[in-house]
């Protein structure tokens, strides 16, 4: 089977592509416009082979990604390629609904196209997965919000959709789009919408990787507002083997959550990056006594959501998929990671982006 990944050079589309390669006999054509958050370093060299094909295009410029599906005739799409992080989004929400909003138009024509014309058994069997998130359903009541043993709300497939951010927004839009494409054009499509994912390879403006790095130069750990805010955690590579279960047996038109069932406050999630750390790496900078102490609260981000939860059952009782992570044991692994690969981070410093806070 031949998958056309588009941004396969990410985070999450970099940990499909290591995945596919390492676990199955499949050609991964990763398609990627190697912006900021895009790294060739992502696929280690030893996975390079005839069956890894990587084609540096933008999914806005059509005339490219047209000869990207005539040259390479894949079977499926795996569309992750997107703007992310909320923060630049509130900067700059133009760059997020170019390639958020038009780039899967024109991604989708382009596929649609291909697809019209594939002999009758290809044609049956193609699919185009779009990767999109949890934040296009707004947010959920904080658990303080509630009634003393109130149970706590979950994001479904069938919640709908309350975007608070300009990336949420573009997001969503992709989401319409791709099930216009389904109903009008019967263009068979599934829809996948993740929660926060953590992991190796992460470029250190989220969450995760900004503390621990933050951590270990001894600058400050910046906690929006009072850290209250809650959001299901899932470890990249457990999603990376959902989102390949999805474009292998998922069912064409539906929708699939995908979650870790690991609710965590942020100033939760910092603290324990901060345990870990001082367990893993000793020997900290400026003669400060523990980690902890870096924690500073800052002015919250606007619009700032209170709650994300996933019910991820649909998936786990149509496809046979669960998380394999607690969230101990894969942000365990997560810091692990950083600490042995200081030269992936610290290339990625070495460029425009310094940790800097985006979006206040």
């Not at 923060?87 to 024109?106: A, C, H, K, L, W």
């Not at 149970?151 to 099930?179: C, G, I, M, Q, W």
């Not at 047996?249 to 999630?269: F, L, P």
């Not at 870990?276 to 902890?292: F, G, S, T, V």
Request: hydrophobic share 35%; proline share 6%.
């Amino acid at each position: 089977m031949k998958l056309l990944v588009t941004g396969g050079a990410g985070f999450i589309g970099s940990a499909v592509v290591r995945h596919i390669l390492t676990t199955s006999d499949d050609v991964v054509i990763n398609l990627d416009k190697l912006t900021y958050a895009g790294n060739e370093e992502s696929i280690p060299s030893e996975l390079h082979s005839a069956r890894y094909i990587f084609e540096k295009v933008d999914i806005c410029d059509r005339l490219a990604v047209n000869r990207v599906f005539e040259q390479h005739q894949p079977d499926a799409v795996m569309h992750l390629a997107a703007e992310s992080h909320v923060d630049r989004s509130i900067d700059g929400p133009g760059e997020f609904i170019q390639t958020n909003v038009v780039g899967t138009y024109t991604l989708l024509e382009a596929a649609r196209a291909y697809w019209t014309n594939l002999l009758p058994d290809k044609k049956q069997n193609f699919i185009f997965h779009h990767i999109s998130t949890d934040e296009v359903y707004g947010d959920l009541p904080h658990p303080h919000e509630l009634p003393t043993g109130a149970d706590l709300p979950l994001f479904t497939e069938n919640t709908a959709y309350a975007p608070s951010s300009p990336y949420s927004a573009s997001k969503a839009s992709s989401d319409h789009l791709v099930r216009a494409w389904q109903r009008t054009y019967d263009f068979p499509t599934v829809i996948t919408n993740c929660s926060n994912n953590y992991g190796p390879y992460h470029f250190p403006e989220k969450l995760v990787p900004h503390i621990i790095l933050n951590a270990l130069a001894g600058k400050p750990l910046p906690v929006y507002g009072d850290g209250n805010q809650i959001r299901d955690w899932l470890y990249v590579e457990d999603h990376a083997r959902a989102l390949y279960t999805v474009v292998k047996s998922g069912k064409v038109a539906q929708t699939y959550n995908i979650g870790g069932h690991n609710e965590k406050r942020n100033i939760d999630v910092v603290e324990s990056i901060c345990e870990l750390l001082d367990e893993l790496a000793p020997n900290k900078p400026n003669d400060i006594k523990n980690y902890r102490n870096l924690i500073t609260f800052v002015k919250d981000r606007p619009g700032h959501d209170a709650r994300y939860a996933i019910d991820a059952s649909k998936i786990q009782n149509e496809l046979d998929w669960s998380p394999q992570e607690t969230f101990e044991s894969g942000l365990r692994k997560t810091v692990v990671w950083y600490l042995d690969n200081n030269q992936w981070w610290k290339r990625v410093l070495s460029g425009e982006y310094k940790l800097d806070r985006l979006g206040a």
